[in-house]
C-alpha cells in the first residue's frame, strides 16, 4: 500500500482509487491514495508551470502558486492570520451587546457582553476567505455535506470547505485540491478532541484530502460579561491547549500521513473610554488598560484579534 503511495503515476492513483471505493472507511487507503495524488499533482504542476505563470507571481505579492493541499493550507493560514490582524476594526461582529437600560419602578439593568455563537463564527470567517481570497479560482463553502447518511439530508457537514481546481495537466488524478477548516469556540466540550474524532479521521477522507485547519475561537473571559451555560465550559479550557493541540497534530501527521493544522484566534471585545473628572480645565479621556497577553510567546498558528451587539446567550438548552 505504500509502495503504490510512493510512485508518481497515474497506474498507482488509478488502483488506489479503485481500492478506496471497495474499502471506504479503510484509513490507510485512503491516506494513500491522497498522498500518490499528490506526488503526481505536484510533478505535473512544476513541468506546466510556465515562464508567464512565474513572472506573474513575481509581479503580485498577493498571488501564490498552489499546487497541494498542503499549499493551499498555507495559504488560507496566511489569510488567517491578516484576518485577525484587521479584526479589531469591526469586531463587534463577532460579541452579543445588551446596552445599559433603566427602567420605571425596575431599577437599572448594567450592560453584558457575551460572544456570538459558533455558527456565526464560521460564517463571518467563511465571509472575510471569500473576500479576501475573490478572484482565484478558490471556492469556499459553508455546511457541506460530505458524507450522506439518508435521502434526507443527514450526514456529515464540514464548517468550512475551501477548494480549487488544477491546472489541465492534473485532471487524471482528481484536479482538485481541498482544505477543511472545522472551527471550535473553546465552550465546545469536545475541544480537545475533535481535530482527530471529527477533522482527521472523519472530515479529510470524506473530502478526499489530507489538509485540514482546527481552527479554535477564544473569547476573553474577563470581558465575557453575561452569564450563560458557555462561559462555564469555557472555563474549563485547559491553559495549555495549543500545545495540547500541536502535539496532538503532529502525533496524527506522522501516524496517519495528514497535515492538520490548529490555529488560535483570539478575541477580545473594544474596551470603554472612561472620562476623569477634573476641576476647572477641559477634561482627560482616559483609556482603559490594555488587555494582557497571557500567552507573550505565541505559536505560529496563534493570532490575536479585538472585538462587539444584541442579544445576550440564553442558558443551556434541557431535554424534553
Do not use: C
Not at 154 to 171: E, K, N, Y
Not at 177 to 202: C, G, H, I, M, Y
Not at 207 to 229: H, P, R, S
Amino acid at each position: 500500500m505504500r509502495t503504490l503511495g510512493q510512485r508518481a503515476t497515474s497506474a498507482s492513483v488509478d488502483q488506489l482509487r479503485h481500492l478506496a471505493q471497495e474499502h471506504a472507511d479503510d484509513l490507510e487507503v485512503t491516506s494513500a491514495l491522497i498522498n500518490a495524488r499528490r506526488r503526481v499533482q505536484a510533478t505535473r504542476w512544476t513541468d506546466n508551470t510556465s515562464v508567464d505563470n512565474i513572472t506573474e507571481i513575481l509581479n503580485d505579492p498577493s498571488r501564490r502558486l498552489v499546487r497541494s493541499n498542503t499549499e493551499l493550507a498555507k495559504l488560507l493560514l496566511d489569510t488567517l492570520a491578516d484576518i485577525a490582524q484587521e479584526l479589531p476594526d469591526h469586531s463587534e461582529l463577532l460579541w452579543n451587546h445588551g446596552p445599559t437600560r433603566t427602567r420605571k419602578n425596575r431599577g437599572t439593568t448594567p450592560e453584558t457582553w457575551a460572544p456570538k455563537f459558533e455558527a456565526a463564527l464560521s460564517a463571518y470567517l467563511a465571509h472575510e476567505l471569500k473576500t479576501r481570497l475573490h478572484g482565484r479560482g478558490i471556492v469556499i463553502n459553508r455546511e457541506v455535506l460530505i458524507h450522506p447518511r439518508n435521502a434526507y439530508g443527514a450526514g456529515d457537514r464540514t464548517d468550512i470547505l475551501v477548494q480549487t481546481t488544477a491546472p489541465s495537466g492534473a485532471l487524471q488524478t482528481g484536479g482538485q485540491f481541498a482544505v477543511v477548516v472545522e472551527v471550535k469556540p473553546t465552550w465546545n466540550t469536545d475541544l480537545t478532541t475533535s481535530q482527530e474524532t471529527q477533522l482527521v479521521r472523519r472530515y479529510l477522507p470524506e473530502a478526499n484530502t489530507d489538509a485540514g485547519i482546527y481552527l479554535v475561537g477564544q473569547y476573553a473571559l474577563d470581558q465575557w460579561t453575561a452569564q450563560d451555560y458557555r462561559k462555564a465550559d469555557a472555563r474549563r479550557t485547559p491553559s495549555n491547549i495549543m500545545e495540547m493541540l500541536q502535539d496532538q497534530s503532529q502525533r496524527l501527521n506522522d501516524e496517519l500521513r495528514v497535515h492538520a493544522t490548529p490555529f488560535l484566534l483570539k478575541i477580545t471585545r473594544p474596551q470603554a473610554v472612561k472620562v476623569s473628572n477634573h476641576p476647572p480645565g477641559p477634561a482627560t479621556p482616559t483609556a482603559a488598560p490594555p488587555v494582557e497577553n497571557t500567552n507573550p510567546q505565541a505559536n505560529p498558528g496563534e493570532a490575536t484579534a479585538s472585538g462587539p451587539t444584541d442579544v445576550q446567550a440564553p442558558a443551556r438548552p434541557t431535554s424534553p
